[in-house]
Nanobody, 121 residues
Framework: QVQLVESGGGSVQAGGSLRLSCVASGYPYNMGWFRQAPGKEREGLATIYFGSGSTLYADSVKGRFTISRDNAKNTAYLQMNSLKPEDTAMYYC?????????????????WGQGTQVTVSS
């Protein structure tokens, strides 16, 4: 069992930046960041493989968001720049992509509780 704890959310004005953190209680192998706004479906944003450092991004955030990791701390980060009001959502991290799973669909075994990001215009 791996527990995930997100932090770093908050309120920011449009154009600002935030960095989210997700600490795993064990080695996460791979992690992903997702968001869900009220009334909308969950959206996969980015994923990272802790061994290789390989990353993948959703087109909607490519160039604005950067996922990274600190292997020694079992922590993944999501640096979010040039934030827009439409980025307002609850942000979640997830770990351990299921065998044969698709990261953007959220096929991860473990999930955090989420951290709220609010971007005002």
């Amino acid at each position: 069992q791996v527990q995930l704890v997100e932090s770093g959310g908050g309120s920011v004005q449009a154009g600002g930046s935030l960095r989210l953190s997700c600490v795993a209680s064990g080695y996460p192998y791979n992690m992903g960041w997702f968001r869900q706004a009220p009334g909308k479906e969950r959206e996969g944003l980015a994923t990272i493989y802790f061994g290789s450092g390989s990353t993948l991004y959703a087109d909607s955030v490519k160039g604005r968001f950067t996922i990274s990791r600190d292997n020694a701390k079992n922590t993944a980060y999501l640096q979010m720049n040039s934030l827009k009001p439409e980025d307002t959502a609850m942000y979640y991290c997830a770990a351990h992509l299921l065998a044969g799973g698709t990261w953007q669909k959220g096929d991860f075994r473990y999930w955090g509780q989420g951290t709220q990001v609010t971007v005002s215009s």
